[in-house]
């Protein structure tokens, strides 16, 4: 291990190949795509024979293709990108998208216990938080977004479940809402109702990224 410090900003682009120092190409590998949502990794790299160190961006969160001479590496962040990057602010391990996403949008709802994917990085664990709207027809209902790695339950109005409750028939409620997420950015979904009227909605604020502290990537 070796501290690695930059000591002026870097700009680095992801969409060519790396080379050392600023206003260079970032990519550890291949070539960016442009039409399939990927995440790409931002890791902080060092070479110890001289020193110098510079950053590199890779779809691996955990085991980027190194430069030459390079033996160090750290994850940093991670950023998402489509046609083009989904820009954010970040506050410590807090990402916030600048615009939210509406990732769910699903009517004639079960009981079923479905998986959704949410617009966070791929390849790593995240909290992904976000809006929850939960629309119920003709009963009193609720709704529990989970982490797949947990045990389905059931949601109940009238219980502490974690749930977002219509505690009213026929209405709506909005809520927060923070789940942890596998690492295909997925939460799992479960209303309490099934009815041509029960809709789901997901909006994705953001997700909280820890970067490698506590034994994580």
Same mark, same amino acid.
């Given at each position: 291990?070796?501290l690695m410090r930059?000591?002026?900003?870097?700009d680095k682009q992801? +969409?060519?190949?790396?080379?050392?120092?600023?206003?260079?190409?970032?990519? +550890?590998?291949?070539?960016?795509?442009?039409?399939?949502?990927?995440?790409?990794?931002?890791?902080?790299?060092? #070479?110890?024979?001289?020193?110098?160190? +510079?950053?590199?961006?890779?779809?691996?969160?955990?085991?980027?293709?190194?430069?030459?001479?390079?033996?160090? #590496? #750290?994850?940093?962040?991670?950023?998402?990108?489509?046609?083009?990057?989904?820009?954010?602010?970040?506050?410590?391990?807090?990402?916030?998208?600048?615009?939210?996403?509406?990732?769910?949008?699903?009517?004639?709802?079960?009981?079923?216990?479905?998986?959704?994917?949410?617009?966070?990085?791929?390849?790593?664990?995240?909290?992904?938080?976000?809006?929850?709207?939960?629309?119920?027809?003709?009963?009193?209902?609720?709704?529990?977004?989970?982490?797949?790695?947990?045990?389905? =339950? +059931?949601?109940?109005?009238?219980?502490?479940?974690?749930?977002?409750?219509?505690?009213?028939?026929?209405?709506?409620?909005?809520?927060?809402?923070?789940?942890?997420?596998?690492?295909?950015?997925?939460?799992?979904?479960?209303? =309490?109702?099934?009815?041509?009227?029960?809709?789901?909605?997901?909006?994705?604020?953001?997700?909280?990224?820890?970067?490698?502290?506590?034994?994580?990537?």
């Amino acid at each position: 291990s070796s501290l690695m410090r930059l000591t002026a900003a870097l700009d680095k682009q992801v +969409d060519s190949a790396w080379a050392v120092g600023a206003a260079t190409g970032g990519l +550890d590998t291949g070539s960016i795509n442009n039409t399939t949502l990927i995440s790409y990794h931002l890791h902080l790299i060092k #070479r110890t024979d001289t020193g110098v160190v +510079d950053a590199l961006f890779s779809t691996a969160p955990s085991a980027p293709v190194m430069p030459t001479s390079y033996t160090l #590496r #750290r994850r940093v962040g991670s950023i998402i990108r489509e046609t083009t990057f989904f820009p954010f602010t970040q506050w410590d391990d807090q990402f916030h998208l600048n615009t939210m996403i509406l990732d769910v949008t699903a009517t004639n709802e079960t009981t079923a216990a479905i998986t959704r994917t949410l617009t966070v990085p791929t390849g790593i664990n995240v909290i992904a938080e976000g809006m929850a709207q939960v629309i119920a027809s003709s009963a009193v209902g609720a709704l529990l977004i989970s982490d797949l790695a947990s045990t389905s =339950q +059931d949601p109940v109005a009238n219980s502490a479940v974690g749930s977002i409750i219509v505690a009213t028939a026929a209405s709506q409620i909005g809520a927060y809402f923070r789940c942890r997420t596998n690492t295909s950015a997925q939460v799992r979904t479960k209303r =309490q109702n099934t009815a041509g009227g029960e809709i789901t909605r997901i909006a994705t604020r953001g997700w909280i990224d820890v970067r490698g502290k506590g034994g994580g990537l």
